[in-house]
């Protein structure tokens, strides 16, 4: 609820409030999908899906591009050759695709698995094309339940906190099982 409530405190710019809080998730600690819920509360799904989507694909690309400006000397500096190497190998593949766009439904990953993706060169047309594959679904389900939470803001903003908690469980062990293997 404080972050409905929170928001709603903006009046006219709560969209412009809720937009910077998540480009800022890359630097910040802030729970995006309560964001997002809390932009569907207030704009409905469309808007506050729009208005999320944007916020969210402005962190990634941030993220994204703060680390592939560093740099490939930089990068292996701070990864090693030998991780530097593989993840260059899991990212320009079809799988750093896909964690890009599972990551955006996870707490804590989104940022992290961009800015991997900036160190490792992931080509920044897949970068771009897999962060809109999982941020525009993830947007406008939020939104939604932002939106449904109209009677009941606590449930919205319980239910933003809860499923990516609860994808993390599922899609957490594919994760582990996937690093193991490499």
Do not use: Q
């Not at 969209?15 to 569907?40: E, H, K, N, Q, R």
């Amino acid at each position: 609820v404080g972050g409905v409530v929170g928001l709603e405190g903006y009046r006219y710019w709560a969209w412009g409030a809720g937009y910077v809080l998540l480009a800022l998730d890359l630097f910040l600690p802030v729970i995006g999908t309560a964001v997002i819920s809390g932009l569907g509360y207030i704009y409905g799904v469309l808007w506050g899906g729009l208005i999320g989507l944007a916020g969210s694909v402005t962190a990634a690309m941030i993220g994204y591009g703060i680390c592939r400006f560093m740099g490939h000397s930089v990068a292996e500096r701070l990864l090693g050759k030998k991780d530097m190497e593989r993840g260059e190998h899991l990212f320009a593949g079809g799988a750093g695709g896909w964690i890009v766009a599972l990551s955006r439904w996870l707490p804590l990953l989104p940022e992290v698995v961009a800015c991997f993706a900036g160190l490792v060169c992931m080509p920044f047309s897949s970068f771009v094309v897999a962060v809109l594959c999982g941020s525009v679904p993830l947007a406008f389900t939020f939104a939604a339940v932002g939106n449904l939470g109209e009677g009941s803001p606590a449930l919205a903003l319980g239910l933003s906190a809860v499923i990516p908690a609860a994808l993390w469980v599922v899609f957490g062990r594919m994760v582990r099982k996937h690093r193991e293997k490499i």
